[in-house]
């Protein structure tokens, strides 16, 4: 295909790959019309080509995959463009739609093709942003997911550019007529079950009939949405430093900002921490249900995997299994000398004699044992104290969250508990001599 200076979508990819005139460059390639056309302008210019890498993903959905497998290696083999093609398999059924299987798994497979600094391109249009837009509608998204796709953002090491945004897919398809490109159609483009389909199909079509312009204006809202996002981004990183703490976000200072700044605040931080953002109606109830829940109660709210929980003025996040209360029902003989491994990911334990340990050496015939809970009504000495507590009122002394109590190794002298350790050693199992046992947990 041969291309003029003055060809809108060349001086696009001109316009979008200046910022990077050494990166390795990555194409998705699904062999569908967008891409095919994608992949022959960048092959036309030697210095793209130079660093071009085709990625084409195998879904397995199709009876025709294997043949658009083929159609790929072909058209990259006669321009000249190595090709990388991945399976991945997908599960139906599993809660999630195929819809978003199969893009999380595409760009999973694409980011593990990206050199660091390297470039992934995608020739999504003006139509896909328009469907990104109304799918976004449609779920009820703020202005971060009404920013719908950015025209370029970084992905994995590198950077993902969609330089296309501004184009109608009729302009990509007369572009692609007039070069004589060849494509592969996918089937399941027509089945309007799928939401997006049935946009294109249905919805789309009518609104463009009404307002020819809507691609534009579309994309316009689109644009000043994802500029409102960094702002608000940018606000909550700095609210974020004044109110994160070691362990979590200090309520106090939440509870300064208003509920809108605090609803932002609290979203940029789960997003940092890597986690799912609850919907509306759960960020509320984090703050009236965790955060202001009354001072004597243990307030939690488990979402997606993810359970936030309050401690000591402190809103803390947690996977969902180290937020739930777990006690563990558990004890093995301990060896000193020898690593046991704990129950539960809870790590290795080393037990040995060392000069200035703090645990007294077991008498002769005396065993070791690690258990994680003590008999009910055991009263604790800790070294220091003229009296014994309960192991519970022992723990909110020392300041444990609820979720970790229970979960802290507790080492036993025959069935007498003698030390929970990181916390405290009973008095009676206090080592008076310069040898005495000390432990490492966890050891790795």
Known sequence: MTTTS?????QALCQALGAYPDAPLRLALSGGLDSALLLTLLAAEPEWR??????????????HADGWVAFCQARCDALGVPLVTERVRLVPGNGESLEAQAREARYEVLKTHLPAGGVL?????GDDQLETLLLALKRGSGVRGLGAMRAGQPFGNGAHLRPWLPFSR???VAAAQRAGIAWVDDESNGDDRFDRNFLRLHLIPLLRERWPAILQTAGRSAELCAESSVLLDEVAAEDL???????????ATLAELSPARRHNLLRYWLRQCGAVVPSREQLQRIWHEVACAREDANPALHWEGWSCR???????????????????SWQEALTPGQPLTLPEGLGRL???ASQGGPLRLPWEGESLSVRFDVPPGCQLHPVGRSGGRRLKKLWQEFGIPSWQRGRIPILYYGETPAAVLGLFICREFACEADTGLAWQWPLD
């Open 241 to 251: 430093q004044r109110t994160l703490c070691q362990e979590g976000v200090v309520i």
């Open 350 to 352: 080393l037990v040995q």
């Open 310 to 328: 309050r401690h000591a003025g402190v809103l803390h996040l947690l996977r969902r299994s180290a937020g739930e209360v777990q006690r563990i």
């Open 6 to 10: 003055d060809d809108p979508l060349h």
């Open 121 to 125: 391109l995608t020739a999504h249009h």
């Open 170 to 172: 009729q302009q990509l």
């Open 50 to 63: 130079r660093r071009l890498v085709a990625v084409h993903v195998h879904h397995g959905l199709s009876p």
